[in-house]
């Protein structure tokens, strides 16, 4: 990398390598309001995410990433809505789960409905995450569905990213058969997501270099910083090739969290000279996305964290390998449920399993979510409440 283009005390600055300065910089795609809503415990409000998109478009970020689409009557919709009307809906990017044709074709038509333009269709590609989410874990049926996906989201005049999701942990052959015959099939950008940070630098830079070479490939990189490496893992995947960086304020997401948007412009600028972004609103983006996530003043990543294994998923729950960088207990930490008002039956079961406590889940799962309005809930307070529910059943 261009470490040579610091400005180093009692130094003049050098320019920044000519490859980069002639040909290009990284755009800026930022998740704050899709990874980081999504974030166990964390849900902003149509206002806060009204406000977080305008103070992301006066930063100067290229792409508001917001909210999850699955099918119809989507949680996520105040929220998506909230954001075209602050920063226009060509501005925002909303990603769609992809599984099987009627579920694309019912979350596409929401989509369509909500007034998106560009959309992400997420696709688990490695092995393991295919094995857990789709009917079959072969490279055939990923790349069939991949092109299904892609070619009915093009139909509907979307905008069309699709993502690697467990890309870092994918096989090399597959993953770069995966992406290729995603661009003949006809989309316009493909996000690798590092989803269990794995990657040294040197291995993001050769895995999209791989990509980057692909015919008619437009690469962004999502990377999750539990070992504290989104940013340098970042500017290496840019260094070779990738046009667009992911990010999110203040780190704060998922998994340890994501490439900080304030290091990664500082970064932009000190190491190329990059004067695109108006840096200024930083500051007051922090200070206002971070209390609005109940997670204090200052997120911290990696996995001494409280947040860092902590989930509202039951798939997450059940399947934690697939999704954690090192077991909770390597380093002295804990796995736990942390839920507001995204409670379902499959989570509550999960809560619930060897606990001795027995309720009927459809009906308790109503009564928790009519009583609790939004209030923080983890596995004990779960038990003590399914325990208030059976005595007033009684």
């Not at 599984?99 to 989509?111: F, I």
């Not at 910083?225 to 070779?240: H, I, P």
């Amino acid at each position: 990398m261009a470490r040579d283009a610091v400005n180093l005390p009692g130094s003049a600055k050098p320019a920044p390598p000519a490859e980069i300065t002639e040909n290009r910089l990284p755009c800026i795609s930022d998740a704050t309001l899709r990874d980081s809503a999504h974030m166990a415990g964390v849900e902003f409000t149509p206002s806060d995410t009204a406000l977080i998109a305008g103070l992301l478009a006066k930063t100067g970020v290229n792409l508001v990433e917001v909210g999850m689409v699955s099918g119809p009557s989507s949680p996520d919709a105040p929220g998506i809505i909230a954001a075209h009307e602050a920063v226009g809906p060509e501005r925002c990017l909303s990603l769609v789960m992809v599984r099987e044709r009627k579920q694309v074709a019912s979350a596409l038509k929401e989509a369509r409905r909500l007034g998106c333009r560009s959309v992400m269709l997420s696709i688990p590609t490695s092995e393991e995450h295919a094995a857990l989410k789709l009917p079959s874990a072969s490279t055939k049926y990923l790349i069939s569905l991949a092109r299904m996906a892609i070619e009915t989201a093009k139909e509907h005049e979307f905008h069309v990213t699709f993502s690697g999701e467990d890309g870092a942990r994918t096989e090399k052959e597959r993953l770069v058969a995966y992406v290729g015959a995603g661009f003949e099939a006809g989309a316009d950008r493909f996000r690798l997501a590092e989803t269990v940070a794995i990657l040294l630098p040197w291995q993001c830079a050769d895995i999209i270099s791989d990509l980057a070479q692909i015919d008619g490939a437009e690469i962004e990189m999502h990377s999750h910083n539990m070992l504290g490496m989104a940013v340098a893992n970042s500017l290496a995947a840019f260094e070779a090739g990738a046009a667009w960086i992911s990010t999110s304020v203040g780190g704060v997401g998922e998994r340890g969290g994501n490439a900080p948007l304030a290091e990664l412009l500082c970064a932009l600028r000190v190491i190329y000279g990059d004067d695109r972004f108006d840096l200024s609103h930083l500051t007051p983006l922090t200070d206002t996305v971070l209390p609005r996530t109940g997670l204090g003043q200052a997120f911290m990543p990696g996995p001494t964290t409280p947040h860092a294994f902590a989930y509202e998923l039951p798939g997450q729950l059940a399947h934690p390998a697939a999704y954690e960088t090192v077991p909770p207990e390597v380093v002295g930490n804990q796995r736990k449920l942390r839920v507001r008002s995204r409670v379902t039956p499959g989570l509550i079961q999960w809560a619930l399993n060897g606990s001795g406590i027995e309720v009927d889940v459809p009906s308790f799962c109503q009564w928790l979510s009519a009583r609790n309005g939004g209030s923080l809930l983890d596995r004990e307070a779960i038990h003590r409440l399914a325990s208030e529910f059976q005595l007033s059943h009684e």
